[in-house]
């Protein structure tokens, strides 16, 4: 099939990849222009494993194309993916401005009968409103406007669109939706469920699985808080419930807040949407609040460690971006941990695979180091921060000179025993 993605960001660029993958002719546009010489010349501007070699692969067999020219790549294609960010605004609300532009743009170049999909994570009711401003210029009969939420995490974002536990579709026109079944049918034929609903269950579905996953995680979070106080190891606990089929083992590990592009925009997106509908979602709003506290309440803990004396005291930070295998830094804990201890008077070191973060280069005592021996040689506390594989088999007895140094894990990759073991004073989360 001929595929528009409009939009060249973590969502357009990978599932425009691995649609042209699929045997299908892909144009990605997008409005930046050195984004687009970027892709042309072989470079990828967004850091997913996997990534490059897909993009260069389809680009060379000219099935994967990249322009800025979106009236030619919207006339050439049958199928409009909009997979532009819908950022949070200062109210909480989805910034819809990027998607409505999109419309708009689509709107003057329907040339044939198109079907235009929303992929960006949009709230309930957006489609009605892409309908709106397609069809002030077009007739309905020459277009069709559906939803096809994804669900594909930084990291793991190929994996994710490749087998995807299900394809959400959402329109209740039938011939649309048995296109759009051919679409994915190479992926049904592996596994996958075509699911389809009204457009706006699909809206829906997007934002409660995020808040349902973040909700899983900050409930976690809350009990490893417990645990801490009642002696209990919450590894134990998350075995034990997650053992129940009906909770599932999976997003039941404790660790910092959540971070990332989605839960955190999500979560107030769809509390938004709550509000605007008039419906209190109130479970959602104290799953903010817990998350956001859950900051402070681990930069007093690494405080607490080091009995609240930080000044000139050395801090290693291994790993600061919001998750492993990403480079992306937004929502990550370390945001605001480093700044705060700084304040302190600590002095900070950080490696992360990824580099160093323009996050922290204007903090005078904070310093990137190119890997983990420099940055923890002369360290009083190193808190594990990123679960990078790199960090899953350190050997603590070399990592630092300084006699007494404290380890404060917050992934939990390591164990209790294990670190008493080596005379190591180490702490965790929720142990
Ligand atoms: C998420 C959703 O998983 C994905 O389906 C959606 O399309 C986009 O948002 P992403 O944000 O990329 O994906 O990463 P994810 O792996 O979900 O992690 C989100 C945050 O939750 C990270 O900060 C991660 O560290 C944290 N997390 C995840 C936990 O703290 N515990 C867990 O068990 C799982």
Not at 61 to 84: P, Y
């Amino acid at each position: 099939m001929k595929i528009c993605m409009i939009g060249t960001g973590y969502v357009g660029l990978v599932s425009g990849a691995c649609f042209a993958d699929l045997g299908n002719t892909v144009w990605c546009v997008d409005k930046i222009k050195e984004k687009i010489n970027m892709l042309n010349n072989k470079k990828i501007p967004i850091y997913e494993p996997g990534l490059e070699e897909l993009v260069k692969k389809n680009h060379k067999s000219g099935r994967l194309k990249f322009t800025t020219n979106l009236e030619l790549a919207v006339q050439s294609s049958e199928l409009i993916f909009i997979c532009v960010g819908t950022p949070t605004s200062k109210n909480g609300s989805a910034d819809l401005k990027y998607v409505f532009k999109a419309a708009k743009e689509i709107s003057k170049n329907i040339n044939n009968f198109k079907i235009i999909i929303n992929k960006s994570t949009v709230p309930v009711s957006t489609g009605d409103k892409v309908e709106k401003i397609i069809s002030s210029k077009n007739k309905k009969s020459k277009f069709a406007v559906i939803s096809n939420p994804e669900f594909l995490r930084e990291g793991d974002a190929i994996r994710d669109f490749r087998f995807p536990d299900r394809i959400v579709v959402g329109s209740n026109n039938k011939k649309v939706l048995r296109k759009i079944k051919i679409l994915y049918q190479p992926l049904v034929n592996k596994g996958a469920v075509f699911f389809s609903t009204s457009r706006r269950g699909a809206e829906i579905i997007k934002y409660a699985s995020n808040a349902f996953l973040a909700t899983k995680i900050s409930f976690m979070n809350e009990i490893g808080n417990l645990c801490e106080k009642t002696k209990v190891d919450v590894e134990d606990v998350a075995l034990g419930i997650g053992l129940d089929k009906r909770i599932g083992a999976r997003f039941l590990r404790v660790g910092p807040a959540y971070g990332g592009s989605c839960f955190p925009k999500d979560t107030k997106a769809i509390a938004f949407s709550g509000d605007k509908f008039n419906t209190n979602l109130s479970i959602i709003k104290s799953v903010i609040k817990s998350n956001e506290a859950r900051k402070s309440l681990l930069t007093n803990r690494a405080e607490n460690i080091l009995s609240r004396r930080l000044k000139n005291k050395n801090i290693s930070f291994l790993g600061v971006t919001f998750k492993a295998n990403t480079d992306d830094m937004r929502g990550a804990t370390s945001s605001l941990m480093i700044p705060l201890l700084h304040k302190k008077g600590a002095k900070i070191r950080y490696y992360d695979p990824t580099g160093p973060k323009k996050e922290f280069s204007k903090l005078k005592n904070v310093f990137y180091c190119e890997n983990i021996s420099k940055a923890c040689k002369k360290s009083d506390l190193i808190i594990i921060h990123t679960e990078w594989d790199e960090f899953k088999s350190l050997n603590f007895n070399k990592l630092s000179k300084i006699k007494n140094c404290i380890i404060f894990d917050m992934r939990n990759l390591y164990s209790p025993p294990q670190m008493k073991k080596l005379k190591l004073k180490y702490y965790s989360i929720g142990r």
